[in-house]
């Protein structure tokens, strides 16, 4: 329980509480709106309905917001966590130092995945005069709440058990700087490399066809092999040493907090690839301007990514 005495994590789990209370709240009157809603109705009861509605979407705009803006700081508070477990040299032991960790970080990203759909939809469903999307983003918050639910429970349990005195694996281990964590599928780097390469140019090519479906599964593709590229390519660039293997180094100051900057690249030119798919199948729309959004970000990544690799090469006249 010492981890409690941690100003970060206070911080963290009492934004967590407070936004987790709000969406309950907003759960609760979007049950009721989707009970008694009728648009075509002139009642009474409809118009109090209409006011309570535009109260519920204020109170889930304001949360989900929120939400988006705690993952950095999430991610933040595990990496000052690591002066306080032993054997932690960055965010990667700590986020391991119990079963709960990789699993809550992996539903926070999918979570920040469903809040950006839901914000794309509610500001097509307000833009319009009828409110088509009226019910389907109410439903879909309901879905995004019951997962909410489980995060907030592995928020709990993962810093409840967190210990500081058991010694946890540093980054080294964890992501094979001691030759037990090879790239998947037994890729070479430059095998990995070119499937790098050619995903973001594929993602280009689908972006400029506007083909939605072909372009969800390329970007997830991408996120993987994008994941991989830097754990064990780019990132050694970042740090300048071709046995540093990490994704969570980089957060820190040592770097600039680059990774913060390069994850959310990756993260945005995934989420735009992917965002149209979703939007056809939820309510048969989708928005040109994401396919450009996409281009952007997934371009800045891999430039990102790149100029590492050749400001090392102009300067020392080698690669790694």
Known sequence: MDIFLSNQVLIFLFSETILYFLSFIAF?????????????????????????????????????????????????????????????????????????????????????????????????????????????????????????????????????????????????????????????????????????????FLTILLSTQKNAFLLFIVSLLFLYIGYESVVHFFGTYIYRLPTHKCPFCMLQKEYYYVGYILWATLFLGVFFGIANAVLKLLISHEETKLYKLAILFNTFFVILCTSYVLIYYIKNGVWL
Request: hydrophobic content about 50%; charged content about 10%; some cysteine.
């Open 28 to 200: 609760l009157g979007a049950v009721q709106i989707l009970k008694n809603w009728n648009f075509n109705a002139t009642t009474t009861k409809q118009y109090q309905l209409e006011k309570r509605a535009f109260l519920i979407v204020t109170i889930i705009l304001f949360t989900l917001t929120l939400k988006i803006l705690l993952l950095p700081y999430f991610a933040y508070t595990i990496d000052k966590l690591s002066v306080l477990i032993p054997g932690a040299m960055c965010g990667a032991g700590v986020i391991s130092a119990n079963s709960y960790g990789n699993p809550l970080l992996f539903l926070k990203i999918i979570i920040l995945f469903f809040i950006g759909i839901w914000l794309i939809i509610n500001k097509h469903d307000q833009n319009a005069v009828d409110y088509p999307y009226f019910k389907t983003k109410f439903w879909f918050y309901l879905f995004i709440f019951m997962i909410m639910s489980v995060e907030y429970a592995l928020d709990i349990a993962y810093f409840s058990h967190i210990s500081t005195s058991d010694v946890v694996q540093c980054c080294s281990a964890i992501f094979g700087i001691s030759g037990n964590n090879p790239i998947p599928f037994n890729l070479t780097v430059p095998l990995l490399l070119t499937i790098f390469y050619l995903l973001y």
